[in-house]
């Protein structure tokens, strides 16, 4: 933030009087000559229209080690969060002005602002926005480096302590009168996040940088150096005394646990690892579920009591419109995640998220700044939908496969975010294998109940529901060539008639005699929650599964691997289990 002089001493209330007082003034004539010539907010664009990078600048969050000053290096933070939202994918036309006061907007608490550092007449203080100067600082930089034209720019007069001090980056705010504003002749698309530990801006074209542009150092005039702060801040100078000192303390968790549809896997995970005085943020209230486990691991849990009634609504109109559940189950989920997005304190350091929440507060860039792991249960989007595309090749007749596609940005706020993460918590054996970052969590697994009474297993058992990507027709054309008579579980939701003429028996899994069980076939294109498949097998039975399964192949534990689609295999293995083990009929 902007300095208006380094003082000896401490200012007194005739010094902070006169600085209210002219600072109001310019800021009122600012507001004015805003008006009569209003900037235009720059427009959202998409990264795939600018594939060139022409400049970038990144630069450390953390600047202090002094523990003091952590609740004002976390305020700082958090504006930076709320700033970068603001101009991150924004698109400068040519001829167009970049102004920083009217891309972001004042920088007061109702608009998600915190207090930070900003350097006052000397001192180091808490304000409303402060910190914002890195971001300006970055801004400018970049622009020098393109040679943009600089319309308005101020340089500060002091610096705090731990303030590295560079000519290229030495951009000063206050709203709204000093400002930092360029111009472009070239469109440029901008980036602006953080990683775990910096703030990164970029600058990209549409065409790859002209060898004109400057590569090395900018060609500035070097201004006198600019004087270092007398104090370090409020929360450091022990000066109670003065008439500026403000106090601020950290409130709340360094750690938060955003959850959604509750598994009993991540249930234990967060019993494990949850601590006294971290915060725990549910969808609903469930007393068979999260809330149980919840309470038993945390004292501070915060439910969405409204999110239960809204899912339910959600779902029920898809259903009643014949829109695919997906595509309602991707929308709550930006749901969720919005609301939890308001509801994390800008003091919270990790985060732990289940997986359907990453992309948004990815893309809203609530994991910048922060360390994070992640709860995974499924693929990632991008190779789950490549995954669907093979599918719907091998089986053009069904239209399952090409229900709902996630847009692009999802599949890249993912893909960006699982880059970053610091692990991946999955109990799912082959999504554990993609990341080298991934811990592999073990199934809950009802125990073994294998009925020796019963020495007869004579059922073959799809648990469908029937669907192509449960492996329907695989499992169909297996039934044709081998002759055997299975069991069906599910609703027939691929097409009419799917099993007609051949040897099926309809069930359900409340009336299904699991003892007698003898090989459950599911060679699905992925499984992610393969709980009648535990359960199955704790009952003694053969799987026949896909690789993607969720569970390792064990020949000699009755757990069988067959690619989505390959029915000679699939057919083969049946009969192999069949007549090895002798008990059908």
């Not at 990507?469 to 060539?481: L, Q, S, T």
């Not at 008579?485 to 599910?490: F, K």
């Not at 992610?528 to 690789?547: C, D, E, I, M, T």
């Amino acid at each position: 933030m902007e300095t208006r002089r380094v003082a000896a001493g401490h200012p007194d209330w005739l010094s902070m009087t006169s600085f209210f007082v002219r600072s109001r003034g310019l800021q009122a004539k600012r507001s004015v000559v805003n008006a009569l010539h209003r900037i235009p907010l720059l427009s959202e664009g998409a990264v795939e229209d600018f594939p060139h990078i022409l400049a970038e600048s990144e630069s450390k969050l953390r600047t202090s080690t002094d523990s003091g000053e952590r609740p004002l290096m976390l305020g700082k933070i958090q504006n930076l969060r709320v700033a970068c939202r603001r101009i991150h994918c924004r698109v400068l036309t040519p001829e167009g002005t970049f102004s920083f006061w009217r891309q972001i907007g004042p920088p007061w608490r109702l608009n998600g602002f915190v207090l930070g550092r900003e350097v006052r007449e000397g001192c180091v203080i808490p304000t409303s926005g402060g910190g914002l100067c890195q971001l300006s600082g970055s801004l400018l930089e970049v622009a020098l480096a393109l040679d943009l034209d600089i319309l308005e720019r101020h340089r500060h007069t002091a610096l705090p302590f731990d303030a590295p001090s560079d000519i290229h980056r030495d951009a000063t705010l206050f709203w709204n009168y000093v400002d930092l504003r360029f111009r472009s002749r070239v469109p440029l698309f901008f980036e602006c996040f953080l990683t775990r530990t910096a703030l990164v801006v970029r600058l990209r074209g549409k065409r790859p940088r002209a060898a004109s542009l400057r590569v090395g150092p900018c060609n500035v005039e070097k201004p006198a150096a600019v004087p270092r702060s007398l104090v370090k801040s409020c929360l450091t100078c022990q000066q109670a005394a003065c008439s500026r000192h403000v106090t601020e303390s950290l409130k709340g968790a360094k750690a938060t646990f955003l959850l959604d549809d509750y598994q009993p896997e991540f249930a234990k995970f967060v019993r494990d690892h949850i601590k006294d005085g971290d915060r725990l943020f549910l969808p609903f209230f469930s007393p068979g579920g999260w809330t149980k486990s919840a309470i038993e691991a945390a004292n501070d849990v915060q439910f969405c009591s409204w999110f239960r009634l809204r899912r339910s609504l959600a779902l029920r109109w898809s259903v009643f419109r014949g829109v695919t559940v997906a595509k309602a189950h991707f929308n709550l989920a930006g749901v969720l995640a919005r609301h939890y997005e308001q509801q994390i304190g800008h003091e919270v350091e990790h985060l732990c998220l289940t997986q359907t929440l990453l992309p948004y507060l990815w893309r809203a860039g609530v994991l910048g700044g922060r360390t994070f792991d992640v709860l995974m249960q499924r693929l990632p989007v991008a190779s789950l939908e490549q995954h669907l595309e093979t599918a719907a090749r091998l089986y053009p007749q069904s239209k399952t496969l090409v229900e709902f596609r996630a847009p692009r940005w999802f599949a890249e706020a993912e893909q960006q975010a699982l880059k970053a993460v610091r692990t991946i918590f999955t109990p799912h054996k082959q999504i554990a294998a993609l990341y080298d970052r991934a811990a592999c969590l073990p199934w809950e697994a009802p125990p073994p109940r294998r009925n020796k009474s019963l020495r007869q297993r004579d059922l073959l058992v799809f648990m469908g529901p029937t669907l192509a990507r449960k492996g329907a027709y695989a499992v169909r054309e297996a039934v044709k060539k081998t002759g055997l008579s299975i069991t069906v579980l599910g609703p027939e939701l691929e097409e009419p008639g799917f099993w007609h003429n051949l040897p099926v028996v309809r069930s359900n899994a409340s009336e299904l005699p699991w003892e007698r069980i003898h090989t459950v076939v599911q060679p699905a294109l992925f499984e992610y929650w393969p709980r009648q498949l535990l359960r199955a097998h704790a009952a003694g039975a053969n799987l026949v599964v896909s690789p993607l399964c969720g569970l390792e192949e064990d020949r000699a534990a009755g757990i069988h691997h067959v690619p989505f689609g390959d029915v000679d295999t699939l057919a083969a293995t049946l009969g192999r289990l069949v007549t090895d083990q002798g008990d059908f009929p």
